[in-house]
């Protein structure tokens, strides 16, 4: 005769309670749900709550059937109208409407919904008018402006592309100062000519397009015009710049000489 352990009996009974607890728990969570999710919907597969099928919208709390007009479709959304217009339509109350196209113009890739000017033309208004390119000029890819350049040696004026007149000792650059041209090396814009940049004993052309275009030897500082010789003291030497000097250690500066202890 086999016997029955109590305490085995009592686990035993215990779990079915608890799974016939959980099952009742789960039956009435999902009746209680099924009893909020409206007609046309269905509950959400992420978080809480419920969704309108494809076809319907919210509104109210329930699900309407979306009306979609002619030249639209259906969106996966089930909030707004639940509708767009087609490629080449756009939304005029609750219809699509057909974009008026102007001559020499094209359907947006972007919206689909509106309209740009071929190449070579500007949007003036409702239409798309020609781009006036002057001689010596051509279009460009931007929308904005006069839709054209000049080419290389002239600038535009008035309308027109006028060549550029370039000194002697220049040549053709786009410049801040000189619009379509910029000075030779060793040389300097005064009053639109380029003159040339005298060079004093000691000196050398820095390539800047400031000041007097020209810096000193190392060892050697600026006075007006001229370079002169940075005087040292004894126990000194050039600083970094080569324009200053200062005492060998461990002597100290006192006025322009070095000395030893405190300055």
Known sequence: MNTINPRLDRIAYALMA?????????LARAQGIADTIPANATESTYG???QC???????DGGCVVVTVPTNAFLTDSSYGSGWKCKHGFKQSGDACDPVALPANAYISAASGDRWLCDRGYRQVGENCEAINVPVKGY???STSGAGWSCERGYQAKNGDCIAIAVPANAYLAHSA???G?????GYREVDGACNAIKLPAHGYLSGRSYGDGWECDRGYRKSQATCVAVALPENAHLKFSGKEWDCNKPYRKRQNACVLGRP
């Not at 608890?18 to 789960?26: E, F, I, R």
């Not at 099928?53 to 509104?59: L, Q, V």
């Not at 041209?181 to 090396?185: I, K, L, N, S, T």
Request: hydrophobic content about 30%.
């Open 48 to 50: 809480t709550g419920w």
């Open 181 to 185: 041209w910029e000075c030779d090396r």
């Open 177 to 179: 100062r000189n619009p």
């Open 18 to 26: 608890l799974m016939a607890v959980a099952g009742s728990t789960g």
């Open 53 to 59: 099928d494809r076809g319907f919208r919210k509104d």
């Open 139 to 141: 279009l460009t890819e």
